[in-house]
T-cell receptor, first 119, second 113 residues
Framework: EAQVTQNPRYLITVTGKKLTVTCSQN?????MSWYRQDPGLGLRQIYY???????DKGDVPEGYKVSRKEKRNFPLILESPSPNQTSLYFC??????????????????FGDGTRLSIL | AQSVSQHNHHVILSEAASLELGCNYS??????LFWYVQYPGQHLQLLLK??????LVKGIKGFEAEFIKSKFSFNLRKPSVQWSDTAEYFC???????????FGTGTRLKVLA
């Protein structure tokens, strides 16, 4: 079954304690991205990756890091989490980036989300 | 900067009422347009998408949307809503020049049985 898998689904942690949220897709997609969802603000893109070892900032990258060492995995790293990073996080993937030729118009597939609370 | 506006933040309708949710975007170039739905506690699912061709696109569950290029709009419609349509709806734009997706702030729809 085609899917995007995020772990953990829920996490409560404290300020400053490094954490990683994993994301894995089994569809051989090139494009992956991370979003945070906050009430009244919708989804905002944190980082995206167009392929292995190619990542770039989205609209709200401060306080986050990502890596793309393998095509299927795109972890989100919070080196020193702060309470303003309390949010619902979604990972998504699609075959290609928007405007990148064949299959670039295919929609994103989303993971089930990770609810992160930082005290 | 590119942006997507959804003017209706909360909508409450009775079953069988007609629905129209507004979506406007600001970008002068080529865009791909999407509507996603998020049922309570679930991830986003695609309702419909527009890339080119017929500006009236039909999606799942009886939803449709019309792309009006001159108005930079992509409004979502459904002739008769059901209680099961209660969800949050997001409009999204992908621009060919930036490799990014931009989402609107969402519209919470509540359908009363």
């Amino acid at each position: 079954e085609a899917q995007v898998t995020q772990n953990p689904r829920y996490l409560i942690t404290v300020t400053g304690k490094k954490l990683t949220v994993t994301c894995s897709q089994n569809m051989n997609h090139e494009y992956m991205s991370w979003y945070r969802q906050d009430p009244g603000l919708g989804l905002r893109q944190i980082y995206y990756s167009m392929n292995v070892e190619v990542t770039d900032k989205g609209d709200v990258p401060e306080g986050y890091k990502v890596s793309r060492k393998e095509k299927r995995n795109f972890p989100l790293i919070l080196e020193s989490p702060s309470p303003n990073q309390t949010s619902l996080y979604f990972c998504a993937s699609s075959p290609r980036a928007p405007g990148q030729g064949t299959y670039s118009n295919q929609p994103q597939h989303f993971g089930d989300g990770t609810r992160l609370s930082i005290l | 900067a590119q942006s997507v506006s959804q003017h209706n933040h909360h909508v409450i309708l009775s079953e069988a009422a007609s629905l129209e949710l507004g979506c406007n975007y600001s970008y002068g170039g080529t865009v791909n347009l999407f509507w996603y739905v998020q049922y309570p506690g679930q991830h986003l699912q695609l309702l419909l998408k527009y890339f080119s061709g017929d500006p009236l696109v039909k999606g799942i569950k009886g939803f449709e949307a019309e792309f009006i290029k001159s108005k930079f709009s992509f409004n979502l419609r459904k002739p008769s809503v059901q209680w099961s349509d209660t969800a949050e709806y997001f409009c999204a734009v992908a621009t060919s020049g930036t490799y990014k997706y931009i989402f609107g702030t969402g519209t919470r729809l509540k359908v009363l049985a």
